[in-house]
T-cell receptor
Framework: SAVISQKPSRDICQRGTSLTIQCQVDSQVTMMFWYRQQPGQSLTLIATANQGSEATYESGFVIDKFPISRPNLTFSTLTVSNLSPEDSSIYLC??????????FGPGTRLTVT | KQEVTQIPAALSVPEGENLVLNCSFTDSAIYNLQWFRQDPGKGLTSLLLIQSSQREQTSGRLNASLDKSSGRSTLYIAASQPGDSATYLCAVRNFGNEKLTFGTGTRLTIIP
């Protein structure tokens, strides 16, 4: 199993600013992912965070808006840039263990005013 | 393209009853299927993981079954408790793809 922590747990940001979310896993994992969950919706995958290389983005998500870093096997960051009210969501980090089971962090609730 | 559906979207049952949540998927070439619960405003908690070669998995009062040929999985909850109230999500991983495809979820309410 894996225990995942995220910081911050919530934030209120002004339009046009950026927020960086940190994700820490308590053990080395093979894959890390970033998801967005808009109010009342299911999860949408933003990107796969690749260790030591550029993230792999899903359709509709671009690096300029959602830059991602993964400097090692246990840590990743997601930045949401140039914030607009439409970015208000819960952002979730997940990690996949060698047994192909995914574990999720507690999420970061972002409100853009 | 894999599509995952969960019906019903919401379910209310009295405490103590047994219940079944449903998950359907369109592409049977799955590697595994995972059930999660999500409490309001929180992250996802992994409940059960079923590999494609398995028919069912059990953890405490939870039992998940998998029928790949019909594209269905069920999550059985025995002797429901108010603490079981949450949204339950199933997610499928296909062969050759590390990404999960999530269902829309079933919001479960257990009435004391």
């Amino acid at each position: 199993s894996a225990v995942i922590s995220q910081k911050p747990s919530r934030d209120i940001c002004q339009r046009g600013t950026s927020l960086t979310i940190q994700c820490q896993v308590d053990s080395q994992v093979t894959m890390m992912f970033w998801y967005r969950q808009q109010p009342g919706q299911s999860l949408t995958l933003i990107a796969t965070a690749n260790q030591g290389s550029e993230a792999t983005y899903e359709s509709g998500f671009v690096i300029d808006k959602f830059p991602i870093s993964r400097p090692n096997l246990t840590f990743s960051t997601l930045t949401v840039s140039n914030l607009s009210p439409e970015d208000s969501s819960i952002y979730l980090c997940s990690a996949e263990t060698s047994g192909y089971e995914q574990y999720f962090g507690p999420g970061t609730r972002l409100t853009v005013t | 393209k894999q599509e995952v559906t969960q019906i019903p979207a919401a379910l209310s049952v009295p405490e103590g009853e047994n219940l079944v949540l449903n998950c359907s998927f369109t592409d049977s070439a799955i590697y595994n299927l995972q059930w999660f619960r999500q409490d309001p405003g929180k992250g996802l908690t992994s409940l059960l993981l079923i590999q494609s070669s398995q028919r069912e998995q059990t953890s405490g009062r939870l039992n998940a079954s998998l029928d790949k040929s019909s594209g269905r999985s069920t999550l059985y909850i025995a002797a429901s408790q108010p603490g079981d109230s949450a949204t339950y999500l199933c997610a499928v991983r296909n062969f050759g793809n590390e990404k999960l495809t999530f269902g829309t979820g079933t919001r479960l309410t257990i009435i004391p």
